[in-house]
């Protein structure tokens, strides 16, 4: 195992990568009473076009197969493995992104068997076409639930307007109904290789320990060798697809959203951290509860305790979220415009860009006390090349001329949405 300290923030990570090509990293924490697991594999909603395991030409899945596959690894022949973590006094849970697909588990008592139920279940799958279909009429319904829902389909609409090619996590009604058997087969036999992924488990157990109960367990599977996985993404253009998009639902207060579509390029590394970091920072600086953006919304009453703003980075596309109730949609898009197109003008002087910074590192502190941040921030990381536990280091050497730098070319107008939702 490789020992990793971080002095700076008193954590120690073990990290190894197994000869089946998972790689595996255990932060213990002995003062805790509870242990978080997560497997990830580097496979989301984005990656519909592929060459698979031992193919050589490209094939294209429907929309939604891997939040489909998701949902399918947890029934089993004779059996649901949501039951096998209950009866180990475990949680568990799992989730689809746009670029990965999870599976966890908390608990505070029998740790070694839950890691071996974790590993061996996502490692092990059964797709019968009975069962296949019954799913397809689970997931349908938990489509139409989020669609009757007014918050998510101001997500699910500013995303649509952002891009041209869709970023719907779960597909549609359509596009599921022909998921066939063969194509959760395929995606998991070309995606859920060990090679693509990786278990982190932070918390109260003996790291040596550990290591020898995941090593045990993965030494007695036999894997396929895995050549480099070969994915294809349409090119995404710069301008958003949609510069105004109204969706009409039951609502009693309109509802609002400004979307601003980021970085197209794919980004790794030093590139890509540096581009998360000025993004989450500046928006965070415009629009948290006394910044200057949000105060002159606050003044023209035009929000309400419902207003959000929300920002990510993925490894080759980002977005933006500003929004939430407004009795005037019209002129709170209007007026979150111009306030974004005044940034071209924004000069930060030292002791702002300090400030920001330090407020920062104060929010990651705090929220590395919750092993569930660290485990899947350091997962979500990991896929792009970054050590999370570096970020502060990171943060501190930001200059005053990259904070500057970003912002006098952060917006444009070709880059900026605009989607409301008015009662029908």
Request: hydrophobic content about 40%.
């Given at each position: 195992m490789n020992k990793l300290a971080y002095d700076h923030i008193e954590e120690v990570v073990y990290k190894e990568k197994l000869p089946n090509g998972l790689t595996v990293i255990l932060l213990p924490k002995p003062e805790m009473a509870k242990t978080y697991s997560i497997f990830s594999t580097n496979y989301g909603s984005i990656d519909q076009t592929f060459v698979p395991l031992n193919g050589t030409e490209a094939i294209t899945v429907p929309e939604g197969v891997a939040h489909f596959l998701e949902h399918k690894m947890f029934e089993k022949q004779d059996r649901d493995v949501f039951a096998d973590f209950g009866k180990q006094g475990a949680s568990a849970n799992a989730y689809t992104s746009f670029t990965k697909t999870a599976y966890l588990f908390a608990a505070t008592s029998h740790i070694d068997q839950n890691v071996k139920t974790l590993l061996n279940f996502v490692q092990d799958p059964y797709f019968s076409e009975e069962s296949v279909e019954k799913e397809k009429g689970i997931i349908a319904q938990e489509i139409e639930?989020?669609?009757?829902?007014?918050?998510?389909?101001?997500?699910?609409?500013?995303l649509k307007a952002m891009f041209h090619q869709h970023l719907d996590i779960a597909g549609t009604v359509d596009s599921i109904h022909t998921i066939t058997k063969d194509d959760l087969y395929t995606c998991y036999n070309t995606f859920y290789h060990p090679e693509n992924m990786t278990l982190f488990i932070a918390g109260n157990f003996d790291t040596q320990h550990m290591m020898d109960v995941i090593k045990h367990n993965q030494a007695s599977k036999d894997f396929a060798k895995m050549d480099d996985i070969r994915r294809s993404y349409?090119?995404?253009?710069?301008?958003?697809?949609e510069k105004e998009k109204q969706i009409t639902m039951p609502v009693t207060i309109p509802k609002c959203t400004i979307g601003i579509k980021e970085v197209a390029a794919e980004l790794t590394g030093d590139d890509f951290l540096k581009q998360d970091l000025l993004q989450s920072m500046i928006v965070d600086f415009y629009f948290s509860k006394g910044g200057p953006f949000y105060q002159q919304l606050y003044d023209e009453q035009l929000i309400d305790a419902?207003?959000?703003?929300?920002?990510?980075?993925?490894?080759?596309?980002?977005?933006?979220?500003?929004?939430?109730?407004?009795?005037?949609?019209?002129?709170f898009s209007e007026k979150v415009r111009e306030l974004l197109q005044s940034t071209n003008q924004a000069v930060?002087?030292?002791?702002?860009?300090?400030?920001?910074?330090?407020?920062?590192?104060?929010?990651?502190?705090?929220?590395?006390?919750?092993?569930?941040?660290?485990?899947?921030?350091?997962?979500?990381?990991?896929?792009?090349?970054?050590?999370?536990?570096?970020?502060?280091?990171?943060i501190q050497s930001l200059k005053d001329e990259d904070f500057n730098s970003f912002v006098q070319s952060w917006i444009n107008d070709e880059r900026l949405t605009a989607v409301k939702i008015m009662n029908e």
């Open positions: 639930m989020y669609n009757d829902q007014p918050d998510w389909q101001m997500i699910m609409g500013a349409s090119k995404e253009p710069t301008e958003v697809a419902s207003f959000y703003f929300d920002t990510s980075l993925e490894k080759n596309f980002g977005y933006t979220f500003i929004g939430g109730n407004t009795s005037e949609p019209d002129r930060f002087h030292h002791e702002v860009v300090e400030r920001m910074k330090k407020k920062k590192i104060g929010q990651l502190l705090r929220a590395m006390n919750s092993l569930e941040f660290m485990a899947n921030q350091y997962i979500h990381y990991n896929t792009v090349g970054v050590d999370l536990f570096a970020i502060i280091p990171f």
